[in-house]
C-alpha cells in the first residue's frame, strides 16, 4: 500500500542557514512522483517542487532544493539560506504513477519549520 | 488572482444540518478534490472528479457527497454534519499534463459544527 512518512514533527534553524526535512515513502511501482508543499500560518498550501522517480537528477526550484535516494525510498527537502518567512509546516506527498488509484496524492503529517532570527 | 476559489471560508452548523461547501476553479483544469485536514492525520482526500457530473470515493467519503455540475465547479456536501467533522477542509485542483498532478489549493474552509 502506498504510505508517506514524514518523521521530524518539528524543527528550528536559525535564519540564513540550511535545513533538511525527511520523507520516506512506501509504493509499489516502478513510476512515481514525489511533491513537496508548504502550508503558510495563514492556512494557504502551495506547491513547492517535484520529483519524478525516473529522473536521476534532483529537482531544484529557487532555494528549495530536493534529495532523492531512490534505493532508500527517501525524499528529503533542503532549504538553503533559510528566512523567517519559510516558518511554515512543510507536506511531503507521493502519486502512484501505474497501478493502484493514480488519481490522487497521499500526504505525510508534516513538519513544522521554525526559522529563528 | 486565486485560481481555487472557497465558499464560505468559516462555517459554524449544527449537527444534524446540511452542510455545502462550494468551489470553484478557474485553472481549466479537469481533476478536482476535496481534503479534510486535523491536527495529527495531515491532508486525507474525501472525494474527487475528474469530468463534470462523475465524482469518485477517496479515502474517508463515509458521510460526505460531492457534486460536480461543471468543470469549474465542485460541491462538498454534509447531509447530517456531525461533531466529528469539524476540520477545515481543502478544495485542490490539477490537471493531468506536464505538472504530473500538481495540486493546486484553496484558501480552506474552516468547519465547526457545534
Known amino acids: 500500500a502506498q504510505k508517506v512518512t514524514q518523521t521530524q514533527t518539528s524543527i528550528s534553524v536559525m535564519e540564513k542557514t540550511t535545513v533538511t526535512m525527511d520523507c520516506v515513502y512506501e509504493?509499489?511501482?516502478?513510476?512515481?512522483?514525489l511533491f513537496w508543499y508548504k502550508q503558510t500560518a495563514s492556512g494557504e498550501i502551495v506547491f513547492l517542487i517535484r520529483q519524478d522517480s525516473y529522473k536521476k537528477e534532483n529537482a531544484t526550484v529557487g532555494h528549495y532544493s530536493l534529495n532523492f535516494q531512490k534505493p532508500k525510498s527517501s525524499i528529503g527537502l533542503i532549504i538553503t539560506a533559510t528566512q523567517i518567512e519559510d516558518s511554515a509546516v512543510y507536506f511531503c506527498?507521493?502519486?502512484?504513477?501505474?497501478?493502484?488509484?493514480?488519481?490522487?496524492?497521499?500526504f505525510g503529517l508534516g513538519t513544522t519549520l521554525q526559522v529563528q532570527p | 488572482e486565486a485560481a481555487v476559489t472557497q465558499s464560505p471560508r468559516s462555517k459554524v452548523a449544527v449537527t444534524g444540518g446540511k452542510v455545502t461547501l462550494s468551489c470553484h476553479q478557474t485553472n481549466n483544469h479537469d481533476y478536482m478534490y476535496w481534503y479534510r485536514q486535523d491536527t495529527g492525520h495531515g491532508l486525507r482526500l474525501i472525494h474527487y472528479s475528474y469530468v463534470a457530473d462523475s465524482t469518485e470515493k477517496g479515502d474517508i467519503p463515509d458521510g460526505y457527497k460531492a457534486s460536480r455540475p461543471s468543470q469549474e465547479n465542485f460541491s462538498l456536501i454534509l447531509e447530517l454534519a456531525s461533531l466529528s467533522q469539524t476540520a477545515v477542509y481543502f478544495c485542490?485542483?490539477?490537471?493531468?499534463?506536464?505538472?504530473?498532478?500538481?495540486?493546486?489549493f484553496g484558501a480552506g474552509t474552516r468547519l465547526s459544527v457545534l
Open positions: 509504493t509499489q511501482d516502478s513510476s512515481y512522483f
Open positions: 485542490a485542483s490539477s490537471d493531468w499534463g506536464a505538472s504530473q498532478n500538481t495540486l493546486y
Open positions: 506527498a507521493m502519486r502512484e504513477g501505474i497501478t493502484g488509484n493514480t488519481r490522487k496524492l497521499i
